[in-house]
């Protein structure tokens, strides 16, 4: 939806190779039947970033905080790359939320979230979210026709002279929910909002057992690494000051010793913690991706997702924090002897 009044066929979004590995899949294949594609670069490689954005190219994309593997995005360089190519860069903020991060602040033109998540924050919704800042100018090149020429598919309405900063939101409802049909269902939106009116208060936990959590296994023994971007061992810890000040969010992984063994042991021992892919909920979730969402895989390419055979990756919820790390020390003893 949000690359919908952007692109066109030929076009390319620039995207980091750390994403959602949902994302990934849609901007790998589903993407090119409509004549779309993406140019995967390492969004800290800042160099390269600029070298991929091309005459075709129509958005930046990167997430504010990518799991697994906690790698944070530097927003404002990206943002200031973007601007040099005259396109927007498209900042996805599930991991974090807009408690933690608000990416326009931070140069981006439109945010996206997976509204399943924090936003809602209990698992009972499947919704996205599109925000535009309203600050981009589609009139200052020839890029984005949709939005700065007559529009065909709406009584030819040039809906940026129309509608000035509201002009890609209204695109985005008047033919991209219109014709495309993603729109969210009332019962869906209610949860929605009544989940967003605790957010502030479920992130502030959710950072706080999250920080605590990651602390002390990084000290235990049985357990070999944990990527969580507010430790001090983190290589992004100090981006998340800048980015993140108020918590680096409540999703992390940690390496086991002992291997996949040990972590199939771990999720079958664990019992505070739900079994499941998602994530961003109030309840404490653990998956080990290497044995279920990325099992079909090969080892090297798990390793590049972060995802290796002994990495599990934890959501943190809001639970008191105590029980979580009880549960962990017992599962962990269960696993790695
Ligand atoms: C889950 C997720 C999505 C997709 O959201 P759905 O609501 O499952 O469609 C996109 N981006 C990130 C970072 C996610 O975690």
Not at 76 to 93: E, H, Q, S, T, Y
Not at 159 to 167: D, N, T, V
């Amino acid at each position: 939806m949000a690359l919908f009044p952007l692109m066109r066929p030929g076009c390319n979004v620039v995207a980091s190779t750390r994403l959602y590995g949902g994302t990934i899949q849609q901007f790998t294949n589903t993407i090119r039947t409509f004549g779309w594609s993406a140019k995967f670069v390492d969004s800290d490689d800042l160099a390269a970033v600029e070298a991929a954005c091309d005459a075709h190219t129509r958005a930046i994309f990167c997430e504010t905080i990518a799991n697994p593997g906690g790698y944070i995005s530097d927003l404002p360089a990206l943002a200031a790359i973007a601007d040099r190519a005259g396109v927007p860069l498209i900042v996805d903020n599930t991991t974090v939320s807009p408690y933690l991060c608000r990416p326009i602040e931070h140069g981006a033109t439109l945010v996206v979230h997976s509204a399943t998540k924090y936003l809602t924050g209990n698992g009972t919704v499947t919704g996205g979210i599109v925000v535009d800042s309203g600050k981009f100018d589609w009139s200052a090149s020839e890029k984005f026709p949709a939005l700065s020429q007559p529009e065909p598919a709406y009584h030819d309405l040039t809906f940026h002279a129309a509608l000035g900063a509201m002009a890609f939101t209204f695109h985005s409802i008047a033919v991209g929910l219109r014709d495309l049909g993603m729109t969210m269902n009332p019962q869906g939106a209610h949860y929605t909002l009544m989940g967003i009116e605790t957010l502030g208060l479920r992130m502030q936990r959710h950072v706080e057992n999250a920080q605590k959590v990651a602390e002390w296994l990084e000290a235990d023994p049985r357990v070999e690494f944990v990527t969580y971007a507010g430790l001090k061992s983190s290589p992004y810890h100090d981006r998340a000051a800048q980015i993140v000040p108020k918590g680096a969010g409540g999703l992390f992984t940690l390496a086991l010793k002992g291997g996949y063994d040990a972590c199939v042991k771990l999720i079958d021992n664990l019992k505070l913690f739900s079994h499941v892919a998602n994530l961003g909920d109030t309840r404490s979730l653990v998956i080990h991706s290497a044995s279920t969402t990325h099992r079909q895989l090969s080892p090297e390419a798990q390793i590049k997702a972060g995802a290796a055979p002994d990495v599990v990756r934890l959501s943190i919820g809001i639970e008191n924090v105590e029980d979580i790390i009880a549960d962990l020390d017992q599962a962990l003893a269960a696993a790695v002897v």
